[in-house]
């Protein structure tokens, strides 16, 4: 299944220059995992500290940094994805299913922290936000959350 993933850099020299590839990769991995047979499009935004701080006040009123933010475009039901009721891209009819931000510096940060390096932080932060665009949240310590990370776990090959 072709997908189409747009991976831009608000800021520039931030390094990590497999971080497009392996977002792209982790995109698929999530949209097979959740069994999506239509090509999709998603666009994720790579910034810093200061720029997803900046979205996440404007969007969220949390005035503060974090890892990643999705902007599900469609209100899907975690884990009964239907293409007929996203928005499609009228030039190729691909199911339009959100925007993503995620900060690189905070992303290298984190892998180091867990002991597992920037490259499975970056596809983790991917998978976790692909979820969302489709319906998944983690809202509370409940079963949403649960289900949510159970479906991390999978995808990311954990279980």
């Given at each position: 299944?072709?997908?189409?993933?747009?991976?831009?850099?608000?800021?520039?020299?931030?390094?990590?220059?497999?971080?497009?590839?392996?977002?792209?990769?982790?995109?698929?991995?999530?949209?097979?995992?959740?069994g999506?047979?239509?090509?999709?499009?998603?666009?994720?935004?790579?910034?810093?500290?200061?720029?997803?701080?900046?979205?996440?006040?404007?969007?969220?009123?949390?005035?503060?940094?974090?890892?990643?933010?999705?902007?599900?475009?469609?209100?899907?039901?975690?884990?009964?994805?239907?293409?007929?009721?996203?928005?499609h891209?009228?030039?190729?009819?691909?199911?339009?299913?959100?925007?993503?931000?995620?900060?690189?510096?905070?992303?290298?940060?984190?892998?180091?922290?867990?002991?597992?390096?920037?490259?499975?932080?970056?596809m983790?932060?991917?998978?976790?936000?692909?979820?969302?665009?489709?319906?998944?949240?983690?809202?509370?310590?409940?079963?949403?959350?649960?289900?949510?990370?159970?479906?991390?776990?999978?995808?990311?090959?954990?279980?």
């Amino acid at each position: 299944m072709e997908h189409e993933v747009y991976v831009s850099r608000e800021v520039k020299n931030l390094g990590h220059n497999n971080a497009a590839a392996l977002i792209k990769k982790a995109v698929k991995m999530a949209l097979d995992a959740e069994g999506v047979d239509v090509p999709c499009l998603v666009s994720v935004m790579l910034t810093d500290e200061e720029g997803i701080r900046r979205v996440n006040t404007e969007f969220r009123g949390v005035d503060s940094a974090t890892d990643v933010l999705s902007f599900p475009l469609n209100e899907l039901q975690p884990g009964e994805f239907d293409p007929e009721l996203c928005e499609h891209d009228p030039e190729t009819d691909a199911v339009m299913l959100g925007d993503m931000m995620i900060s690189l510096p905070r992303c290298a940060a984190q892998g180091e922290d867990f002991g597992h390096g920037f490259e499975r932080e970056i596809m983790y932060l991917t998978v976790h936000s692909v979820l969302h665009l489709l319906g998944y949240d983690h809202v509370d310590e409940g079963p949403m959350k649960a289900q949510m990370r159970a479906r991390e776990k999978s995808i990311m090959g954990d279980e």
